[in-house]
């Protein structure tokens, strides 16, 4: 019966006519005749020769010439051919030659007339201009390009803003993008005006194609790797808890708006509350596209609405689902900017981001060999190369674990703890010993509430069974350590629904154990897998979007699951503090 509820409810939620498939896609987030999402590796089109003819008669152009990040774009055509073959392309930077473009619409889907035609886009700045080019094809595939239209974007454009927590106090890290490394600096007031306003300085980096561990990550192609630009970093010093902060960054001419924070409490700061958002798989979706992550603009705006009443996010794995598909990286990132410039936006790595099966010399968590490939587990190529590359450059991490792949950090009453379910967690390993540390060394008399995270998920009654034992394995390697320091809450993702158990030790439900809670839905379609059944498991979900909001004071925390679009409380569990 869950199961028939399950597929029924996953089904009418994709508002298609048949099951949502999986996919890959498209830069314009395409949609077939059914309304699903066109898989980008199965919408290219293979031309056998390329000419320029330019003619009077046939123009393509844009409402626009100039746009900045995510700006929306009507690009119109006219023509008198009235060919069924005939596209309209987007080229970046303009240099690329016709075969290598971004995305394509056919004139016959956007036509008005039978000789003109528009559609609407949304373009974001890949550092580098846009060409839109009016392309007559012939049924030998012959592409001949009729007409040009250029789009400019800023210079050096700032992008991509985000804020965290660096884990020692009076300090906050501000990350941005841009195509340039010229002097990054973030300027920071206590004044809505910038008045009086001090300056860091930021440090940069950026990668390669080469630095990638394999394909896909480490091919070149308009849909494949582009050049990311520069990240740069700047870690503010000096401020005082709980006080609302002014910033903002870039270089010379070329700045960003101004956007606030409120920061960190220091250790001594007495907080009668600690409040914060949590999930997993959430991917990219941008108006006015549909997507194959259907769920994450509701999501999004919704988080927006809880920014004065939240701390900090928690996002535990599979970020963008990018897999080597740079554009897919500058969606989410432009997608994330509203919440993530004002709430310390704190990540792990999941499957998507990075589980890889050669390249292991370029793996910048140190794993030994190819990484965590047990034989009992399904530890794959899921990251299709990028083993963690671009992750670590956008997200710069509290130092004190092995950056983006483990750390901890405290945040009023809570002690954070985000490991890597992608690694060897087994006793011995290198991350075991840290985590058994790290949770033995944690004041409950200053954080009384452990929280921690992994992409994976210990428990889970849903049937894939696959990750259901490696389920089993974490359980086997961590549930001791968890009981033995009382972690109050593990939450994961990795399955795209919602599960949460009792107070849980060994499969018992009992007074003071954990919960663990599977938060996969934050964006990426719903998974309808019907559940085993085990008396532990007390809340099942699976035709739902939303996330876990948890909020504690010194007795008591409240979890809750918050859907969309208007935030209802679906579940919650109160628990008191383990003493």
């Not at 010093?237 to 956007?259: D, H, M, N, Q, W």
């Not at 999941?350 to 794993?367: R, V």
């Not at 009023?412 to 379910?421: A, R, T």
């Not at 009992?510 to 897998?529: E, F, I």
Request: glycine share 8%.
């Amino acid at each position: 019966m869950i199961f028939l509820i399950c597929l029924l409810s996953h089904v009418n939620a994709q508002h298609s006519r048949r099951p949502a498939k999986k996919v890959e896609h498209t830069p314009f987030h395409k949609l077939d005749k059914w309304g699903d999402q066109i898989d980008v590796r199965d919408d290219r089109i293979t031309f056998t020769r390329v000419r320029e003819e330019l003619d009077p008669d046939i123009s393509v152009s844009a409402n626009v010439s100039n746009i900045v990040n995510g700006d929306p774009v009507r690009i119109s055509w006219t023509s008198n051919r009235g060919s069924l073959f005939d596209v309209i392309a987007i080229y970046t930077p303009p240099s690329r030659d016709s075969k290598d473009y971004l995305d394509f619409r056919y004139t016959t889907e956007t036509s008005k007339s039978p000789t003109s035609g528009w559609f609407d886009e949304v373009l974001f700045n890949m550092r580098a201009d846009y060409e839109i080019r009016y392309l007559a094809i012939d049924k030998q595939q012959v592409a001949t390009v009729k007409a040009r239209y250029l789009i400019a974007v800023p210079e050096n454009e700032p992008m991509h803003g985000h804020i965290a927590v660096t884990g020692r106090p009076g300090e906050m890290r501000v990350m941005w993008n841009s195509a340039k490394p010229d002097s990054p600096t973030v300027w920071v007031s206590q004044s809505p005006d910038m008045t009086g306003a001090e300056e860091f300085p930021a440090k940069t980096t950026t990668y390669t194609a080469s630095d990638m561990c394999g394909p896909r990550a480490n091919q070149t192609g308009p849909i494949l790797f582009q050049d990311p630009g520069f990240f740069h970093t700047a870690t503010l010093t000096e401020l005082k808890p709980l006080i609302r902060y002014y910033y903002r960054f870039g270089s010379g001419k070329a700045l960003s708006p101004v956007s606030s924070f409120v920061n960190a409490p220091y250790p001594t700061t007495k907080m009668s509350r600690t409040r914060f958002i949590g999930f997993g798989d959430m991917g990219t979706f941008y108006p006015p596209y549909n997507a194959d992550s259907i769920g994450a603009l509701d999501v999004t705006k919704m988080m927006e609405r809880e920014i004065s009443t939240t701390n900090f996010i928690l996002h535990f794995g599979d970020i963008s689902y990018a897999r080597g598909r740079g554009y897919i990286w500058d969606q989410f990132m432009t997608q994330m900017e509203g919440v993530a410039m004002a709430l310390p936006y704190m990540v792990g790595v999941g499957n998507h981001e990075y589980d890889h099966i050669q390249g292991g010399e370029n793996d910048p968590s140190g794993a030994e060999g190819q990484g965590f490939h047990p034989d009992w587990g399904n530890l794959g190529d899921d990251g299709h190369g990028e083993c963690g590359v671009p992750t670590v450059h956008r997200y710069p991490s509290p130092e004190n674990g092995n950056g983006v792949f483990w750390y901890s950090f405290d945040y009023g009453l809570m002690h954070i703890v985000q490991f890597s379910s992608e690694h060897d967690f087994t006793p011995g390993s290198r991350q075991y010993e840290w985590l058994a540390k790290d949770l033995a060394s944690v004041d409950r008399e200053r954080t009384p509430w452990v929280i921690a995270t992994s992409h994976r998920a210990m428990y889970t009654s849903q049937e894939q069974m696959g990750d259901h034992i490696v389920g089993l394995h974490m359980r086997l390697a961590l549930e001791d350590m968890f009981y033995s320091n009382k972690v109050n809450l593990h939450l994961s993702g990795h399955y795209h629904s919602y599960e949460r158990t009792c107070q849980v030790v060994e499969g018992d439900c009992v007074n003071h154990g954990t919960v663990y809670s599977v938060v996969g839905t934050s964006g990426k379609a719903l998974d309808p897998q019907s559940y085993l059944d085990y008396n532990w498991s007390k809340s099942q979900i699976c035709d739902k979007f939303g996330y876990q909001r948890v909020t504690a004071n010194h007795t008591h925390m409240d979890i809750e699951f918050v859907t969309t679009p208007h935030g209802h409380v679906v579940d919650s569990i109160t628990v008191p503090v383990w003493k």
